[in-house]
């Protein structure tokens, strides 16, 4: 088995660097948890809608206050100073 650095390595490397047996023993797991999630996301849209609502107004907010304070940080490229 290679070695994989975990931050370049895709997850499709990942997964086929594993061995078989591996992937055959955690697939029913895998599969049980994917049908309580689609059960949940059935069963509870507007719990699922106001997640995501409320996390797609987050990240407005938070790239308007990025943007506002990079925006604060220009310096102007000249300065006169005027001497008498």
């Given amino acids: 088995m ?14 086929s660097a594993l061995p ?6 955690v697939r029913p797991r895998v599969m049980a948890m994917k049908s309580k999630v689609n059960g949940q ?3 509870k849209p507007a719990l699922f809608a106001g997640i995501a609502a409320g996390l797609g107004f987050a990240l407005g907010l ?3 206050i990025a943007r506002r304070r ?13 001497a008498c």
């Fill in 2 to 15: 290679e070695t994989l650095n975990p931050s370049t390595a895709s997850w499709r490397t990942r997964l």
């Fill in 70 to 82: 990079r925006a604060a940080k220009r310096i102007p490229a000249f300065v006169v100073v005027e």
């Fill in 20 to 25: 078989k047996q591996q992937i055959e023993r």
């Fill in 41 to 43: 996301l059935h069963a």
């Fill in 62 to 64: 938070s790239g308007r």
